[in-house]
């Protein structure tokens, strides 16, 4: 017999980037995570809350302003700030992402959570695996979900697209920092579920195992390819 699973999974497109947000968590608890609260910050909290589900904290994927608020291209996006004004709840960053998450989004130390790569968070039967991928900021992280007997799912921030990867020629980016991010995420078994935050593709998640065969920036076979990819000199 299948196993019963306990995960809450939620995907909502949100603003005017093509950014995705997500909620993370857990059936049993009725708690559940929220990644990259941008936008429409209590469109994302009403979505749980129709589903009987509790928004307990959030999770940056890094500190752009279209993933946790802040002032962009003459435009003031709501975010991190706008979330603690609803709830107050603690915000998941890696450390080597605090101080640019705290300037760009206005939230303050005593609001933040730093981790590091590896650390994990659980909600019931769900456990968040946070993975630090610099490259395209220096504290990005991506975060796979994972549960007992269950195929896992990688929520990875704008480290990896469908068919894609974040860029490296913003400031604080590092390309062959990036290039052994993607390696990294390469070892995640085939089964497991690639949620980007963009949609970038007519699709909103694939497979690793089938990215791995068609995202050219996954494919790269050394360092040197991939900055020829990137535009980038070795």
Request: net charge negative; hydrophobic share 40%.
């Amino acid at each position: 017999m299948a196993a019963t699973s306990d995960l809450y999974f939620a995907q909502q497109a949100v603003g005017e980037m093509a950014n995705l947000a997500y909620l993370v968590g857990s059936r049993e608890t009725r708690q559940a995570y929220v990644i990259d609260p941008a936008w429409d910050v209590q469109g994302l909290i009403d979505v749980a809350a129709k589903d009987g589900i509790e928004v307990v904290g959030a999770l940056v994927t890094h500190y752009h302003q279209d993933h946790i608020g802040g002032e962009i291209f003459g435009h003031n996006i709501e975010g991190l700030a706008k979330l603690l004004e609803i709830a107050p709840m603690p915000i998941h960053v890696n450390k080597h992402e605090a101080e640019g998450t705290m300037k760009v989004s206005g939230v303050s130390e005593s609001d933040l959570v730093r981790h590091e790569g590896g650390d994990v968070l659980e909600l019931g039967g769900v456990a968040v695996r946070l993975i630090h991928t610099p490259g395209h900021t220096p504290g990005s992280q991506c975060f796979h979900v994972e549960e007992r007997d269950q195929a896992g799912q990688l929520v990875s921030g704008d480290t990896l697209f469908l068919n894609g990867c974040g860029r490296v020629d913003l400031p604080g980016a590092d390309p062959k920092a990036m290039y052994e991010s993607l390696e990294a995420l390469k070892q995640l078994p085939d089964d497991t579920t690639l949620y980007p935050g963009h949609l970038y593709s007519p699709e909103g998640h694939d497979s690793m195992e089938a990215q791995k065969r068609s995202n050219p920036y996954l494919r790269a076979t050394d360092v040197d390819t991939f900055l020829s990819f990137m535009g980038v000199a070795s």
